[in-house]
C-alpha cells in the first residue's frame, strides 16, 4: 500500500503495515527491512511496565511494529546518521514521540546510566570479510559486521540488561555457533529458539532467540515455515504480518 506524506523524501517510498496502522519511510536504494524484522517483532513479549532498547535500529522498523504491544518506553540505538534521522521520520510519522525515542550513537559506546527489561536487536549478520558488499554503504553497514559484530551486541546486553530481563534477537541460522559462543561468553544463557525455515523442506536460514541470565534449559519452539508448497506465505506468516497482536 503507498501512500504520500510530506515528511517522505524523494529518494524514499511510503509504505503501510499491520492492514495500515503503522506506516514506514524507507530509502529506495539504501536499506530496505526484510522479513526478520516483522519476525523478530511478533516473538518479543512485553509488559506494560518494560523499559526497552533496541540496539541498531535502522530505519526503526522493528520498535515502531512493536508498538501495538504493550510497554512503558523505547529507547532505540542506531550509529548511521541517515538512519537515525529516517527512524525519527517514523517515530513522528506514526505519533509514537511518546512512547518510542532515538537516539544515534555507536552501541558499543552507549552509556544509559540505566539498565532495560527488555533488549532487542536485528544485528548485521555478515561477518566483515565475508559476502559482497552493496554499493550503499548505509546499506553494507546494516548488514555487514562493519561497525560492531554479534559479540559486540552481546557485551552491551548484557551489560545493560536488568538481572531478570530477557533478550531477543534474530540471526542467521548458519552462524549460529558464534551466536551462542556470544551468548556464552557474556555469561547470557537461552531461554526459547525458534527456526525459521522458506520452506518446510527446506533448511532453517535465520532462528529467533530469547536469552536472559537465568534459564537452565533451552526450550526448541515448533519451526516458523514462510512459504506452502504454492510458494504463498505460511497461515502464521500471513496473521504476523497482519499484526495479529494487535488488540484495538
Not at 129 to 138: A, D, F, R, V
Amino acid at each position: 500500500m503507498k501512500l504520500s506524506n510530506p515528511l517522505k523524501g524523494e529518494d524514499e517510498s511510503l509504505d503501510a503495515f499491520y492492514l495500515g496502522r503503522i506506516r514506514v519511510l524507507q530509502k529506495k536504494k539504501g536499506y530496505r527491512f526484510s522479513v526478520d524484522a516483522p519476525l523478530l517483532a511478533d516473538f518479543i513479549q512485553t509488559r506494560h511496565s518494560d523499559e526497552i532498547l533496541e540496539l541498531g535500529a535502522g530505519n526503526g522498523i522493528v520498535s515502531l511494529l512493536l508498538s501495538i504491544k504493550p510497554f512503558k518506553h523505547i529507547t532505540a540505538v542506531e550509529i548511521q546518521e541517515s538512519l537515525t534521522d529516517l527512524a525519527r521520520r517514523n517515530i513522528k510519522l506514526n505519533n509514537l514521540e511518546e512512547r518510542i525515542s532515538v537516539v544515534r550513537e555507536d552501541l558499543c559506546r552507549y552509556r544509559p546510566g540505566k539498565k532495560f527489561d527488555v533488549i532487542f536487536s536485528n544485528p548485521p549478520y555478515i561477518q566483515k570479510g565475508k559476502g559482497h558488499l552493496s554499493s550503499s554503504l548505509e546499506k553494507s553497514i546494516a548488514k555487514h559486521e562493519l561497525k560492531c559484530d554479534i559479540f559486540d551486541v552481546m557485551k552491551k546486553t548484557a551489560q545493560l540488561l536488568n538481572s531478570d530481563g530477557r533478550a531477543c534477537f534474530v540471526f542467521l541460522a548458519e552462524r549460529k555457533e558464534d551466536f551462542f559462543q556470544a551468548v556464552k561468553k557474556n555469561e547470557l544463557k537461552i531461554k526459547s529458539l525458534r527456526y525459521v525455515h522458506p520452506r518446510k523442506e527446506s533448511p532453517p536460514n535465520l532462528f529467533l532467540t530469547e536469552c536472559n541470565f537465568f534459564s537452565k534449559k533451552v526450550t526448541t519452539l515448533p519451526p516458523f515455515v514462510l512459504y506452502n508448497e504454492q510458494g504463498k506465505y505460511m497461515n502464521e506468516a500471513e496473521e504476523i504480518f497482519r499484526g495479529r497482536s494487535y488488540a484495538p
